[in-house]
């Protein structure tokens, strides 16, 4: 029986290394948002500072791993073999549910991840063991209720708060420095330095290094009783040290970035390895507890009552860990998703938004627009004036290719700092993941980042990111719940079958994301589209984009109008509903692309702009005309479909079976020509286009006369002349579109 538990223990270890990189994944986000965002070094460099902050914080911490041994479940009631079914069944669910979150972009909090799955574990054999033992136990003698309650108060408190502060304090830097800052760092620079960098080291003390294994007890209580003389020190020494720095041409705002990146990383790794490896540990300490002291009993005999000691980690378990999220914080694709999600939603400029609209984003932004026009209405002329020019945007310093400038990223960091060792010293559980993100959003809405027309966006995506959160809540405990009851009751094979489920749907969404990745990945040419500030490649760069979007509408216009015709000629109502679904994702994506093509636009000059802009515009606007023009073939052929009336007579399937084959024979040539940009083609496109509109025409007549003689055909009639209608139009639109593509094209316009 010993060897089935060593199985478990070491099975749990290895889901804890994937757990390990799912996590950093997932956390990334608090570190490095800020960095990467402001562009305050070279990507390798932040990286480096990151995986040293990761590596020492993991190295010298004791993992904080109480939580996980006696922080949800009372040990002394369970035995062995019970603890081993809770603490499997957590590092099932939360492998699983935080590589979700990753896949989805979306940061979550780990610390609520594994509490609830705890808590959700321990609640189900709560149940079975309050049932048998005859009212002998009671839920309260079984579950610690009150860390999981600290923790839902915190993920209250910490989201208001940190956005609150967000928005209070950037607002107030933004009016000392402006977007333009550097003037007035010159002469605040050193002191706004030295506060900042005593404000992160305070927080590595308290927060970062609180349970370094190299912390005596001594050594904390000394920090304790002289933390005002320790910081006040540390004041004077760091100002002195960036008005040297500044003296020297270093830019102060970089250090302070870097330096709170480091902060934050280490005190991650410090604090928040017990979510990744806490629950393995435990698992190792109750099974060499009861390989020491079991004396003959059998695992559901011995009770786990060594696990209320406090845990002694072994460093080769916290330098092992260190190296693992090191290895995966540099591999990890899902990582810089995660990443991206935070920085877009923080993002100065306007550009792509990679979040829809929402009716409560929708109201939101309604309410704070009326509200915010009558503030500012009684704001006297002269003062208003004066807010208006610490906030003009058109000097501001940013790096190349950066989101946001230093003097955010330095807010961002600073105040997160700020808050979660104020927290810490309270005792109070605030996550991380809450604090950082909230207070990025925080900052980018007081630095009118969050304009009239990106607003709606970025709420909607704050709101579904703060929905996330909370259904990781729910998820953890229900999940946990299911996966104990099922390993519990199905014993070995259960748990066989569990590791395997939870393999495949690694692997699974693995290559999901992988195949995602492919393709929605957003060319560098869109990137640099949206960057560029160069008004003489602006044109080149908005061509080479246009052949590329246009040449996907072509391409997928000529599938889906074969698969809306087939469907429809076969009475498929599966193929039209499948391709109505697909109609409103590119309506979707051909949003986005207009908006990225607006804004490539908006970067030529004026004469090219006047010349070309108008034959982009209308090429766009063709483009989503034959968009609309297959939806509106497709929904009357569904819904005709659906019904199960009659079909077309063979007859008609003949000949206009043949004619839509020629017209997506006709649209995959235009995505080519379009493609290789060979316009020499062009003339024999605009004829073979016009032949099928007439071919069309004529069915058109045939169909009007047809009905006049068979007027108990009416409803399929109606149908099918929509759907000649809409064919003529997608093939003229196409025309069009070719026409407005070949101005756009030539040089010598």
């Known amino acids: 029986m010993e060897t089935f538990y060593l199985i478990i223990v070491i099975f749990l270890f290895l889901i804890a290394v994937f757990d390990l990189s799912v996590g950093v994944s997932n956390d990334a986000v608090n570190f490095l948002n800020s960095a990467i965002g402001a562009k305050a070094a070279s990507f390798k460099v932040i990286m480096a500072i990151a995986a040293i902050g990761i590596f020492v914080g993991a190295s010298m911490s004791n993992g904080m791993m109480d939580i996980a041994r006696h922080g949800i479940y009372q040990p002394q009631f369970f035995y062995l073999n019970e603890i081993m079914c809770i603490l499997l069944a957590v590092m099932l669910t939360d ?165 709170g990146t480091f902060a934050l990383a280490l005190a991650f790794a410090g604090n928040d390895l017990v979510n990744f490896i806490g629950v393995p540990l435990a698992g190792f300490s109750a099974y060499t507890d009861y390989v020491a002291n079991a004396n003959g009993l059998a695992p559901d005999q011995f009770l786990t009552t060594s696990l209320l000691e406090s845990a002694r980690t ?44 929402s009716p409560i984003a929708r109201k939101l932004v309604r309410m704070t627009t009326n509200a915010s026009s009558l503030i500012i209405n009684n704001i006297p002329p002269k003062a208003r004036t004066w807010l208006n020019s610490r906030f003009d945007k058109d000097d501001v310093i940013l790096e190349h290719g950066a989101a946001f400038d230093l003097v955010r990223a330095s807010v961002n960091l600073v105040l997160a700092s700020l808050l979660i060792a104020l927290g810490t010293s309270l005792k109070l559980p605030l996550s991380t993941t809450y604090v950082t993100f909230m207070v990025a959003m925080g900052s980018s809405l007081a630095d009118r980042a969050w304009g009239r027309d990106s607003a709606v966006y970025r709420i909607t995506g704050v709101i579904s990111v703060i929905g996330g959160w909370f259904i990781t809540a729910g998820a953890a405990f229900l999940f946990c719940f299911i996966v104990t009851m099922i390993v519990y009751f199905g014993g070995t094979i259960a748990i066989i079958l569990m590791s395997v489920l939870a393999a495949y749907m690694l692997i699974h969404s693995q290559i999901t994301y992988n195949k995602k990745l492919k393709k929605e990945k957003k060319s560098s040419l869109a990137q640099q589209l949206v960057a560029n500030k160069d008004q003489e490649n602006a044109l080149v760069l908005l061509r080479q984009f246009s052949r590329e979007e246009f040449t996907k509408v072509l391409a997928w216009s ?64 063709f483009s989503y005309d034959i968009i609309h023009a297959i939806k509106r073939t497709c929904e009357p052929c569904l819904e005709h479909t659906d019904n199960n009336f009659n079909p077309l007579g063979q007859a008609q399937k003949e000949s206009f079976g043949a004619i839509a084959q020629e017209i997506v024979h006709f649209l995959e040539k235009c995505k080519q020509v379009v493609e290789e940009n060979n316009n020499h083609e062009l003339p024999a496109l605009y004829n073979q286009g016009n032949i099928l509109i007439n071919q069309l025409g004529v069915l058109k007549r045939e169909e009007i006369r047809q009905m006049r003689e068979q007027m108990s055909y009416i409803k399929v009639g109606i149908v099918y002349l929509t759907v000649i209608q809409e064919s003529q139009n997608v093939v003229a639109y196409t025309i069009n579109l070719l026409k407005m593509n070949q101005k756009f094209q030539e040089e010598n316009q």
Not at 334 to 354: F, H, M, P, W, Y
Request: aromatic share 12%.
């Open 558 to 621: 000529a599938d889906l109008y074969d698969r809306v015709t087939s469907g429809f000629l076969h009475e498929s109502y599966r193929t039209l509903r499948k391709a109505m679904g697909d109609i409103e994702t590119e309506r979707h994506y051909f949003k986005q692309v207009k908006r990225l093509g607006t804004i490539g636009v908006s970067h030529l000059n004026d004469q090219v702009g006047l010349e070309k802009g108008l034959y982009y515009f209308q090429g766009n606007d």
């Open 314 to 357: 072994p460093s080769v378990f916290l330098i092992g860990s260190g190296i693992i999220m090191v290895i995966a914080l540099f591999t990890s694709k899902k990582a810089q998703n995660v990443i991206k999600t935070s920085v877009d939603l923080s993002r100065q400029e306007t550009g792509e938004e990679n979040f829809g609209t």
């Open 95 to 259: 492998v699983v549910l935080l590589d979700v979150f990753n896949t989805m972009g979306l940061p979550t909090s780990t610390t609520v991840s594994m509490v609830f799955e705890l808590l959700g574990g321990t609640f189900a054999l709560a149940i079975v063991k309050t049932i048998n033992s005859n009212g002998a136990l009671q839920m309260g003698d079984l579950i610690n209720t009150d860390k999981a309650l600290q923790v839902i108060i915190a993920i209250f408190v910490s989201v208001a708060i940190a956005f609150f502060f967000g928005v209070v304090v950037q607002y107030i830097a933004r009016l000392i420095f402006k977007f333009n800052y550097r003037r007035q760092l010159k002469y605040f620079g050193a002191l706004f330095g030295g506060f900042a960098s005593t404000t992160i080291i305070y927080f590595i003390l308290i927060n970062g290094l609180k349970a370094s294994t190299m912390m005596t007890p001594e050594a904390r209580a000394w920090i304790h009783e002289n933390t005002q003389l320790l910081m006040g020190c540390c004041f004077v020494v760091t100002t002195v040290l960036m008005q040297i720095l500044m003296w020297c041409r270093v830019n102060v705002l970089k250090v302070v970035v870097l330096l």
